[in-house]
């Protein structure tokens, strides 16, 4: 199994929670339990599962785990939408987040068919 601290798409994660956590600094107070937090825990998770799946012993519950993780990118893209809604993130900046959670999703994917490519094995 690969070293998850040396996947690409882990190390993407963790610059995109970076990213997140500094525009939602600028969100309103009122926000800190709502949007900020569900948008920083949704982002963690990415890695997160990522990392944790990685210490699974069959693929599958890997793949599993990275299933998870995709879906918390998701979860972005909709928390995403919201905050562009209430005018906390401009336009400019919520394509480029939305671009990099399309690579994420990406990145997931393709690591999850790799592994579902030696399946035989278990």
């Known amino acids: ?3 998850f601290e040396n ?3 882990y190390q993407k994660a963790l610059l995109y929670i970076q990213s ?3 525009i939602t600094k ?3 107070k009122d926000e800190k339990y ?3 937090d569900q948008l920083r ?3 963690v998770s990415i890695a997160a599962n990522i990392a944790e799946g990685s210490g699974r012993y069959h693929r599958k519950d890997y793949v599993q785990f990275l299933r998870m993780a995709r879906s918390s990118a998701y979860e972005c893209i909709a928390l995403l939408q919201i905050s562009l809604n209430q005018k906390y993130v401009e336009k400019q900046k919520y394509n480029k987040f939305y671009s990099e959670l399309v690579i994420i999703t990406k990145m997931i994917s393709g690591l999850m068919n790799k592994l ?3 399946n035989s094995n278990e």
Do not use: C, H, Q
């Open 1 to 3: 199994m690969l070293k």
């Open 7 to 9: 996947l690409d798409v």
């Open 20 to 22: 997140i956590y500094e």
């Open 26 to 28: 600028s969100f309103p």
């Open 34 to 36: 709502g949007l900020t």
């Open 41 to 43: 825990r949704a982002s």
């Open 116 to 118: 579902n490519e030696g």
